[in-house]
């Protein structure tokens, strides 16, 4: 299994002879609003082209609609016939862009060799929650291959651990940028450090693989201050893997 990361929560899988795209965002540098009054979204440009992230895909997951995991661009420049698995709530938002072979993913689904089944999360605690939507992550099963586990926008809460002794992923992609929203500071809307470090000590020997960073005005986890506080806690490079945008981890 190969996971790039391309940007954000943007990732390329090539699993079980497919190839998948996780929550498209391809909108250039500063070209969508500010989340925390820093500057626009997103903060970095692509590291490659939009028809080399499209190259090969098989199908499409997204997660939840926020337009930094399904963004204008990325409904336009996506073939109208892929598959596409979603969450129910954003079955109607999906469809109005013409998807035409749209799934909505309510429990476990499978396409060709590959299962995939949904799970829950909470996009932040306290009064943020409730203005944040519902979201789902998905877990990946085949043949000759590790079950994944893809977290998505959620914070650190017991579903997510009984998600892992449940299925024992052996590769888990965490959102891990700690984002913030401006007046719930105490609240992060998904993992930060603390949080990340919780769930790779709840996850055997699983292998980490933290995403959702220095992407965006209101994540305030760096790749550098992650991985300080993981190896202050005995986590090393081969455990939590923090790739750079573009980097494709061989796992």
């Not at 692509?46 to 609609?65: G, K």
């Amino acid at each position: 299994m190969d996971v790039q990361l391309i940007r954000n929560a943007t990732i390329k899988i090539k699993y079980a002879g497919k190839t998948i795209l996780v929550d498209p965002m391809f909108s250039s540098k500063n070209s969508f609003e500010s989340f925390a009054g820093i500057e626009k979204n997103p903060t970095v440009d692509l590291t490659m082209s939009i028809e080399s992230i499209l190259e090969a895909i098989d199908f499409v997951i997204v997660t939840h609609r926020h337009i930094d995991h399904f963004d204008t661009l990325a409904k336009e420049k996506l073939p109208k016939n892929i598959k596409l698995f979603c969450q129910p709530t954003d079955n109607e938002f999906i469809k109005k862009s013409n998807f035409a072979h749209t799934e909505v993913v309510e429990t476990t689904t499978t396409f060709e060799n590959i299962t995939l089944t949904r799970t829950g999360g909470k996009h932040g605690s306290g009064e943020i929650l409730a203005q944040m939507g519902e979201v789902s992550g998905f877990i990946l099963q085949a043949d000759n291959e590790p079950t994944l586990y893809i977290v998505g926008d959620s914070i650190w809460l017991k579903e997510i651990e009984n998600t892992i002794t449940t299925f024992k992923p052996e590769v888990i992609v965490t959102n891990s940028g700690g984002a913030i929203m401006p007046g719930f500071e105490n609240n992060p809307i998904i993992m930060n450090e603390e949080q990340t470090i919780l769930l790779a000590q709840s996850s055997n020997n699983a292998k980490i693989i933290a995403v959702h960073l220095e992407s965006l005005d209101h994540c305030s986890v760096t790749r550098n201050s992650l991985r300080q506080k993981a190896t202050e806690q005995g986590i090393d490079e081969n455990r939590l893997i923090i790739p750079a945008d573009g980097q494709v981890i061989r796992v």
